[in-house]
């Protein structure tokens, strides 16, 4: 029940939040006063339907475009600001009568848009509570919030209990009093603040101790203001209530806010460093898949140990023939670096196994003064036990390298020492991935020139596969949904193979999906297709291709052909071979192409079949180079006419395999069948 309500209120949450909002302006315009208990749920029930309906919209576009906790919070502490000054200038513009039914109808007019805008701020400002609630939890916290929820609801129509009858106000108090306590519950819900950075907790410390007191001055206010008071009750006693607890729940949330970002902060600066470090290492596994030149991935590598690892300076070295080889420096001159590293090292004689801290004040032939590092942690770039260089971090301050700096340095040098084993192996195979990746763009492409649905409905089946002869293919079938319940389809063959045949196809896909909804005449499609492809075929290519349309209501088939092998038709135990004239798309861009376009039509009977197909499975070759032919085909499909379509398909695939299974397919296979069912109207 909760899962239907929940889709109920999804389904056209600012469909229905309009249209209630439409009908409670004019039921308050219409009935300024609700004097009677009838008038008072009428307005209730309109209201809450309304702020139900605006919440599941607002809460639902939030959770789409939630970019950072502060944006939320900076958010609601504006509509917060905006609140506070409406109820601040409220009575200098409504006036000071006594009753709502006193004003004059333009004040009333006033002050029912005025509420409105009470209503959507107090909806937009809950609904980045429950985000903000939500945010960051590890655990499903719904139950707490939901319970809160309905006590809101409990709250809200509490009032309609007092409208009937005065002495009835307990109730009321009491859900009052749960709805606060729950919503100090839910306020210490504040997981995300554990992720902000330090500049952003001290940041949000100053926001929220401004909006706290904000929430609270406001609704200080509101509780005295006679006009704001007067106006939101008289509107709607609920929503008055509703906007009572919204600003408690502020004042509150922030309070708790500002007190756990406290707590928070003495702990930021180690927070930001471990997620410096975490990030840091993202960055280097996504450099290594995308950078291939070692230098560039180097020095990006030295930047990071010097700003993670709290060190004054960075350098890499590689190992060559001839001694070290200084690739990457950051804050340090290649001078001294190289010098440093010469001396650590004796000129690349020298090995150290694992990561070393050296305190280089304390060596005697360490020229201290022209540098005035302290220590320097030497990091190996190591590969299948092979020492291939070093990571050097420097540091100027008396105070050593840490655990977690150490362990930070090791891994930058650990990802430095498998960028460097890529480098030189993409170095000897970069041929082969160049072909490879044009293999992945191809074969995306021909994934997605291919339908991943077959229409088939009761009175038409349809069967289609494809068997490219490489990687990719040039071959193209695809369905096409008409008016009048018909289905217009296309098989067609473009000449060559491979990679260039698919990106033709591509181009070919999307002429047909164009023309497929403006051109009813397949004779026609076909003529304006090759107008088309005039600009964008060279001389050697051309393009085989059949269109028809079939209506679904009726049987009847129409179709053109324009150079593609013939359909076959079976139809009572016997098979016919369906040609209209056509020569190729891109042959021929002169009237000898227009006329050769011929279209026909057929009316399929119960149970016919109709064969749509390339000449990849006609033109199959054997070890003794024979074709498997047309008529080994039509003799499958007539044999097997009785069988449903996949095993048809399939039965085709399998005969083709074993007469070439001594030869390799030369050519892309396609294979479309249709067939008839006639339904009884």
């Known amino acids: 029940m909760q899962n239907k309500i929940k889709s109920f209120a999804q389904s056209g949450g600012l469909e229905n939040a309009i249209l209630l909002s439409i009908l409670l302006f004019l039921f308050n315009l219409i009935f300024p006063i609700h004097d009677s208990w009838i008038l008072s749920i009428i307005s209730e029930v309109l209201v809450f339907g309304t702020l139900f309906f605006l919440y599941n919209y607002v809460h639902q576009f939030l959770s789409s475009k939630v970019d950072s906790p502060l944006s939320l919070v900076l958010n609601a502490g504006i509509l917060a600001a905006l609140l506070f000054f409406i109820i601040s200038i409220a009575n200098a513009l409504i006036g000071t009568s006594g009753g709502k039914g006193n004003l004059g109808f333009f004040n009333s007019l006033f002050s029912v848009l005025l509420t409105f805008v009470f209503l959507g701020a107090i909806v937009y400002i809950f609904s980045t509570f429950r985000e903000l609630f939500f945010l960051r939890q590890k655990k499903d916290p719904s139950t707490y919030f939901k319970t809160m929820l309905v006590f809101f609801a409990f709250s ?27 919503i100090c519950l839910n306020s210490i819900r504040v997981a995300w603040i554990a992720f902000l950075t330090k500049k952003q907790k001290y940041y949000l410390l100053i926001i929220s101790v401004i909006l706290s007191v904000l929430f609270g001055v406001t609704f200080g206010i509101s509780s005295n203001s006679s006009i704001t008071k007067q106006m939101l009750f008289a509107f709607s006693p609920g929503l008055q209530t509703v906007f009572g607890l919204v600003m408690i729940y502020g004042s509150i949330y922030y309070g708790i806010i500002f007190f756990t970002t406290l707590f928070h902060l003495p702990t930021a600066e180690a927070f930001d460093r471990k997620a410096e470090e975490v990030s840091s290492m993202m960055d280097l596994t996504n450099l290594i898949t995308k950078v291939f030149d070692f230098k560039e991935l180097a020095s990006t590598i030295t930047k990071i140990t010097t700003r993670v690892c709290n060190s004054d300076s960075a350098w890499l070295v590689t190992r060559t023939e001839k001694g070290i080889d200084l690739n990457a420096v950051n804050n340090i001159g290649y001078v001294i670096a190289d010098k440093i590293s010469n001396q650590l090292l004796d000129g690349g004689k020298s090995d150290y196994e694992s990561l070393e801290v050296i305190q280089l004040d304390e060596l005697n032939y360490i020229d201290f003064d022209q540098h005035n590092f302290r220590s320097v942690a030497i990091a190996p770039l ?6 291939n260089g070093y990571l050097f971090a420097a540091r100027q301050k008396e105070n050593l390298f840490d655990i977690d700096e150490k362990r930070a340095i090791k891994a930058f040098a650990d990802y430095a020492a498998v960028a460097l084993e890529n480098a030189k192996l993409i170095e000897e195979s970069i041929e082969k991935e160049r072909l490879e990746k044009e293999l992945d763009v191809a074969r995306d492409v021909q994934e997605k020139i291919l339908p991943q649905t077959i229409p088939s409905t009761d009175q038409l089946q349809i069967s289609a596969l494809f068997v490219p002869a490489f990687e990719v293919g040039g071959d193209y079938y695809d369905f096409f949904e008409l008016a009048n319940n018909k289905l217009g389809f296309v098989v067609a063959d473009v000449s060559g193979k491979s990679i260039s045949a698919a990106f033709i196809m591509s181009e070919v896909k ?15 499609i076909l003529i304006k297709v090759n107008d088309i492809l005039k600009e964008s075929l060279d001389k050697k290519s051309f393009v085989t291709a059949v269109y028809g349309i079939i209506d679904r209501n009726t049987g009847k088939l129409s179709f053109a052909r324009a150079g593609h092998p013939w359909g076959i038709h079976c139809s009572k135990g016997k098979i016919s071979r369906v040609q209209p004239s056509g020569i190729g798309l891109g042959l021929d861009f002169s009237s000898n192409f227009v006329n050769s376009i011929k279209e026909m039509e057929i009316q399929l009977e119960n149970n016919d079949i109709f064969v749509c197909y390339s000449d990849g499975i006609p033109e199959a070759k054997n070890s003794a180079q024979e074709d498997f032919g047309y008529e080994r085909l039509e003799s499958l499909i007539l044999s097997n006419c009785d069988k449903n379509l996949d095993s048809i398909s399939k039965t085709v695939m399998k005969e083709l395999s074993l007469f070439s299974k001594d030869h390799s397919q030369h050519d892309d296979i396609t294979l479309v069948i249709f067939k008839w069912n006639k339904i009884n109207n």
């Open 382 to 387: 190591m590969v299948h036990n092979k020492i």
């Open 156 to 182: 809200f129509f509490s009032n309609l209990l007092v409208k009937i009858d005065s002495s009835l106000d307990y109730p009321r108090d009491a859900f009052y009093v749960v709805t606060i306590v729950l």
């Open 510 to 524: 999307g002429i047909f999906e164009s023309l497929a909804k403006i051109i009813l005449s397949p004779s026609e």
